[in-house]
């Protein structure tokens, strides 16, 4: 079954400075990898996604991610952080039947002045 | 212009207590999901209806029952809550179970219960 694992549980970084979050992904074909964000009280928002092509996708708000299939790996980076980016960022893993994606625990990102 | 709503945003009530969670789209979806969010941020998908039927069914307990009278609408019953049903509820809609289709979350509901 697909997993998805987000090692770092917080991550404190100073604004300007750049960040990356990452994503190991567990799955048995080739994976639809998403990164999704969660403002606090707020519902999940898409950051971007992979499906197959060019490996590093570009997303919203500055966003790119890069899909290693060696390492299993969907690492999340913005060159420069900006104070509005402090939430909590889930990778998620697709599909199985009925579109089911499944979700990392996520990692929570507090960005200092 | 609200795309995926959710009614109650927050819900308190007393253990073994019958709720429900009301969830609309109006982006003419055909898929429908609830998801849940446990107090360490942990999210996983308990339902998915494709065209108001029933095509994934996680392993939760009986006590939770969704209903979808339309494609427009998943709504989630609770019987006799628990402590452990505590949690945010999360709706989401797709265009089609295929996932080339991303996923389109409402903004959760807050359930506490006491």
């Known amino acids: 079954a697909q997993s998805v694992t987000q090692p770092d549980i917080h991550i404190t970084v100073s604004e300007g400075a750049s960040l990356e979050l990452r994503c190991n992904y567990s799955?048995?074909?080739?994976?639809?990898l998403f990164w999704y964000v969660q403002s606090p009280g707020q519902g999940l928002q898409l950051l971007l996604k992979?499906?197959?092509?060019?490996?590093l996708v570009q997303g919203i708000k500055g966003f790119e991610a890069e899909f290693k299939r060696s390492q299993s790996s969907f690492n999340l980076r913005k060159p420069s952080v900006h104070w509005s980016d402090a939430a909590e960022y889930f990778c998620?893993?697709?599909?199985?039947?009925?579109?089911?994606?499944?979700f990392g625990a996520g990692t929570r990102l507090t960005v200092k002045p | 212009d609200t795309a995926v709503s959710q009614t109650p945003k927050y819900l308190v009530t007393q253990m073994g207590n019958d709720k429900s969670i009301k969830c609309e789209q109006n982006?003419?979806?055909?898929?429908m999901y609830w998801y849940k969010q446990d107090s360490k941020k942990f999210l996983k998908i308990m339902f998915s209806y494709n065209n108001k039927e029933l095509i994934i069914n996680e392993t939760v307990p009986n006590r939770f029952s969704p209903k979808s009278p339309d494609k427009a609408h998943l709504n989630l019953h609770i019987n006799s809550l628990e402590l452990g049903d505590s949690a945010v509820y999360f709706c989401?809609?797709?265009?089609?179970?295929?996932?080339?289709?991303?996923?389109?979350f409402g903004p959760g509901t807050r359930l506490t219960v006491t």
């Open positions: 989401a809609s797709s265009p089609q179970t295929n996932p080339d289709y991303e996923q389109y």
């Open positions: 998620a893993v697709g599909p199985s039947f009925g579109n089911d994606m499944r």
């Open positions: 982006l003419g979806h055909d898929t």
């Open positions: 992979y499906f197959s092509g060019d490996t």
């Open positions: 799955y048995g074909a080739t994976p639809y």
